[in-house]
């Protein structure tokens, strides 16, 4: 099936800074989504994107749906200790369920 | 409150049994789907339906079952044909099928094989 690239893979940064991740894809997507992760839980849907080039924010959380429509990144600001989990992007194309990149696991040191 | 809820939250399992998995939802939404979450592997698709009845498999549907009685209901078989179930379950819903984003996720529920 199709796949799509998250990285970095992994992140260890100071209470205050801010975070960036990204996900590509060899693939053309019409919707790309972000979704949190907390140990144990299921993901939780935190912004959507529906156009090419769209910019939105929630919070902290700034994402963006590249122009190409095989990308997208998320970026988190001034970043909190309950940042931390698992954070996924997922691409919807067609009439085809949803494909997840591989995370990327944030820690944040107080 | 409207949710989706698995059940139950860890299962234990003896080497050649299968168990089943429940997940219902009250959501009113009409498609239903099952991942599979394993370290550093993901999300992967075991299977989804868009309507009762009806049921489509994912990229890692071998063995698994499911069935699609109820619009409510999508519960997962893990059978003794899966080499290495061990795993964390995560079923999700979502409207109009698959053509809609927003996808609604269950805490899961933890497999382990004994």
């Known amino acids: 099936g199709q796949q799509l690239n998250q990285s970095p893979q992994s992140m260890f940064i100071q209470e205050g800074e801010d975070v960036s991740m990204n996900c590509t894809s060899s693939?053309?997507?019409?919707?790309w989504l972000w979704y949190k992760q907390d140990p144990g839980e299921g993901p939780v849907l935190l912004i959507a994107?529906?156009?090419?080039?769209e910019l939105t924010s929630n919070g902290r959380l700034t994402a963006q749906f590249g122009i190409t429509r095989k990308d997208s990144f998320l970026n988190i600001s001034a970043s909190i200790p309950s940042d931390v989990g698992i954070y996924f992007c997922?691409?919807?194309?067609?009439?085809?369920?949803?494909?997840f990149g591989k995370g990327t696991r944030l820690s944040v040191i107080a | 409150d409207g949710g989706i809820t698995q059940s139950p939250k860890y299962l234990f399992r003896k080497e050649g049994q299968n168990v089943t998995l429940s997940c219902e939802q009250n959501?009113?939404?009409?498609?239903m789907y099952w991942y599979r979450q394993d370290p550093g592997q993901g999300l992967r698709l075991i299977y989804y339906?868009?309507?009762?009845?009806?049921?489509q498999k994912g990229d890692i549907a071998e063995g698994y079952s499911v069935s699609r009685e109820k619009k409510e209901s999508f519960p997962l078989t893990v059978t003794s044909a899966q080499k290495n179930p061990t795993a964390f379950y995560l079923c999700?819903?979502?409207?109009?099928?698959?053509?809609?984003?927003?996808?609604?996720f269950g805490s899961g529920t933890r497999l382990t094989v004994v």
């Open positions: 999700a819903s979502s409207r109009q099928g698959v053509l809609t984003g927003g996808y609604t």
């Open positions: 693939s053309i997507f019409n919707t």
């Open positions: 994107l529906y156009k090419a080039g």
């Open positions: 997922a691409g919807l194309s067609g009439n085809t369920p949803l494909v």
């Open positions: 959501l009113n939404h009409d498609a």
């Open positions: 339906s868009q309507i009762v009845n009806d049921f």
